[in-house]
Structures are given as structure tokens and as C-alpha cells.
């Protein structure tokens, strides 16, 4: 075995998109929490092949209350139910801190979603893209931000890029 076969791998990322689910109790929306259950499987895999995960992506989940611009304009749709919310915390209980969390709190409100039309000019948003780290790494997470530029374009995404800064050599 040559000594790049032994060195050890710097790290995993994955960009993952959850599907949509459509509407609850639809076919798609069973699919989505299958999949978020076999992402929870992977993710604890993953964490055995060390030494660092970083998972990121439109996770299609807003995972408290706190994490859309007004829950009651979202009761019984997709994206908010206790079945998905559970679903991604089976994934985050698999080994992941949550590191917009871990870097301005739980109730922090960042969206990094609108909806196309007037919900992003009056902040109508959510927070249904992550960014997630094994335990190590988030220990080193120096801030996350969201990427407004692109929303200032004549079509932009509906979604902002939601991107993580770490320190990766240890100061003293």
C-alpha cells in the first residue's frame, strides 16, 4: 500500500437535495421520509470513515416554528410537519450539529428561502437549507452566512447560498 492509500481522508461533503414531498400523506411526501431515514442510515456510515462530515443542502424541512416566517401560513403543508421534523432529527441524532444553530442560535430566524414575488423584498422566508457537521468539525466553525447577491438579479433562485467558514488550524 503506497502512503496516499494510508493517509487519511480530509473529510466528506455532501450536497444533498430532500425531495419536496408535495403535500402530506401523498406518495412523494412517504418517499421524502423514507429518504430522510436512509440519509439518517448514511450519515451514521459516513461517520465511521472519518474524520470530518459536512452535509449541506435543501433539506425541504423547516425544523422548528422559529424556522419560517409565520408557521400559521404553513399549517398542514409540507415542510413543517412533526413526521419530517422528526425525519431530520433522526439525521442530526445520527452525528450532525445543525451549524446555523450552533452560530446564532435556534431562534435566530435566517432564511435563506423565499418564495418567488414579493417574499423575499418583505423577508417572508424560510430556513429549509442546511448546513450540518460532525461534532469536531463544528467545534472549529468560525461563522455560517447567506449569500444575498445573487438574489439581486433580474431571475434569480429562490434559495440563497447558505455557506459555513471553519478554522482549520488550531490557534494558540
Not at 408535495?22 to 451514521?44: N, Q
Not at 461534532?135 to 466553525?141: F, N
Amino acid at each position: 500500500m503506497n502512503d496516499a492509500a494510508r493517509a487519511p481522508r480530509p473529510g466528506t461533503v455532501v450536497s444533498v437535495y430532500v425531495p419536496h414531498g408535495r403535500v402530506p400523506g401523498h406518495a412523494h411526501f412517504e418517499y421524502k421520509l423514507s429518504f430522510l431515514d436512509a440519509l439518517a442510515a448514511l450519515v451514521a456510515s459516513w461517520l465511521t470513515e472519518g474524520p470530518h462530515l459536512v452535509l449541506r443542502g435543501d433539506i425541504n424541512v423547516a425544523p422548528t416554528d422559529d424556522d419560517v416566517f409565520h408557521p400559521d401560513a404553513f399549517a398542514g403543508l409540507t415542510h413543517v410537519t412533526p413526521m419530517e421534523r422528526e425525519a431530520m432529527e433522526r439525521v442530526l441524532a445520527a452525528g450532525l450539529v445543525d451549524l446555523e444553530v450552533a452560530r446564532w442560535g435556534a431562534t435566530a430566524r435566517r432564511w435563506a428561502w423565499w418564495n418567488y414575488g414579493t417574499g423575499y423584498s418583505r423577508n417572508l422566508g424560510m430556513r429549509i437549507d442546511m448546513i450540518a457537521a460532525d461534532a469536531g468539525l463544528a467545534a472549529r466553525l468560525d461563522t455560517t452566512w447567506i449569500d444575498h447577491v445573487e438574489r439581486g438579479v433580474d431571475k434569480p433562485s429562490d434559495h440563497a447560498a447558505l455557506l459555513a467558514d471553519f478554522r482549520l488550524a488550531v490557534t494558540e
